[in-house]
């Protein structure tokens, strides 16, 4: 992941230094934005050595003129590239700028550029800070969905003592990490995901499968590490990359599958069953080549039924089951819900061109026993974190019995 980190001026922005460093502890590539009156308190350099990534200082390179068409659009280029953005300080100028939709530099016409979440650490004089311009400013920001890091309440640089101090690195941290999709809320939970196709041999050459890519899977397998959780990835063939972090097992038929997803069981709090698993194999699978013919029957049986198989043996576990239909979407989905004892289950409609399988996006629709999610077509990483979002639901009911009984 790689997030922009703007620097305004102020006497806080020495602590965004240290604020690099945490986000590279967690993984994700920082990228300095600095304002012009950032660079009078912090050299851009210091930002350079930590971070490793080229700080941006200004619009163009050089001059008043950009030294090339690079140069000239570069504010697009880091705006589609980040997953969010995250202003530490934030000045009372810098949000008054964002709040009007004024693009007068770098930071401030990026902010405009990017579709990412966006993060505001305000650090000001007490009095800049609860000046009315300014919270009308503020209160306009949060209604866009930018997320506020409050102040903290102390002794000011300036002398004076009250709200306006740079909050703290680690509620700062917090509050990107959920804006990016990885609050630490699935922490201590073991989730076991499969994904992708199962290949079922018909010769020592073919084999029957079907158009499963594994990005779901995948996707569910990333956003739940960034979460938090343990993650064992459970993957029928695929080219993806796995993601870092999650404890791979690596299978081709219906049956190796069956084995290890039963093994890992009990090791799991939450199953939740992405795979495009094959309905049938051969009945008799051919030890050589078969021949060339005019015709050719061939003969199926029914692989075992994974997701049923889980609801009889499991004890505690959230499991979660993925539907692809193409006819009586929902109707078809409530079903399975219920004859396979899911505590949720995420259907979507196959017949759609775009989405589902082979695909980078999706549209699904997520149901559990007491609510129905309706998910628009969306990346299958937004996916990702709204069936997370459900999980983590689930399991917070589950430890909370009179709250379910409200819903």
């Known amino acids: 992941m790689k997030i922009a980190l703007g620097v305004s001026g102020g006497i806080a922005a020495y602590k965004a230094a240290e604020i690099v460093r945490l986000f590279q502890d967690r993984g994700i590539r920082v990228q300095v934005v ?5 660079q009078q308190f912090v ?35 880091v705006a589609q590239s980040i997953d969010a953005l995250l202003v530490a300080p934030a000045t009372a100028d810098v949000l008054a700028k964002f709040a009007q939709g004024s693009a007068t530099d770098f930071l401030t016409t990026l902010y405009l550029a990017t579709a990412a ?6 650090a000001m004089n007490v009095n800049m800070w609860n000046h009315p311009a300014t919270q009308a400013n503020l209160e306009t920001l949060r209604k866009r969905g930018v997320r506020v890091v409050e102040p903290g309440e102390g002794y000011l640089a300036c002398g004076m003592t009250g709200p306006g101090r740079l909050a703290e690195n680690e509620a700062i941290i917090a509050a990107t990490l959920e804006a990016l999709g990885a609050a630490q809320d699935l922490a201590g939970e073991t989730i076991l995901i499969t994904a992708g196709p199962t290949r079922e041999k ?12 594994g990005r779901m899977g995948y996707a569910l397998a990333e956003a739940a590490l960034r979460r938090g959780a343990r993650v064992l990835l459970i993957s029928g063939p695929t080219s993806l990359t796995v993601p870092n972090g999650a404890e791979v097992t690596r299978i081709e038929s219906a049956e190796e599958m069956r084995q290890a997803v039963l093994n890992r069981l009990p090791q ?32 199926l049986e029914p ?31 409530r079903q ?10 995420v259907v979507n409609d196959v017949s759609r061109e775009g989405t589902g399988f082979d695909s980078d996006r999706n549209a699904v629709t997520i149901i559990t026993h007491h609510e129905v999610v309706e998910v628009p077509e969306t990346s299958k990483w ?26």
């Open 202 to 213: 018909i010769d020592p050459v073919r084999y029957l499968t079907n158009r499963s890519s």
């Open 43 to 77: 050299r851009p350099l210091t930002f350079a050595a930590l971070s490793g990534e080229k700080v941006i200082t200004g619009m163009f390179e050089s001059g008043a003129e950009p030294a090339n068409i690079d140069s000239a659009v570069e504010h697009i280029a």
């Open 303 to 333: 692989t075992a039924d994974i997701l049923s198989e889980l609801a009889r043996q499991k004890t505690s576990q959230i499991l979660v089951g993925f539907a692809a239909e193409t006819e009586n979407v929902l109707e078809n989905a």
């Open 268 to 299: 799991a709090t939450v199953v939740i069953k992405t795979a495009a698993v094959s309905d049938y194999r051969p009945k008799f699978a051919a030890t050589q080549k078969i021949k060339r013919k005019r015709a050719m029957s061939l003969e």
């Open 336 to 345: 399975k819900l219920a004859s396979k004892s899911l505590d949720a289950i």
């Open 34 to 38: 600095m304002t012009e009156s950032a």
């Open 382 to 407: 937004d996916v990702a974190q709204r069936v997370l979002d459900q999980v983590v639901r689930l399991i917070q009911n589950r430890r909370m019995p009179a709250k379910l009984n409200r819903i």
């Open 117 to 122: 979440p966006v993060v505001v650490a305000p």
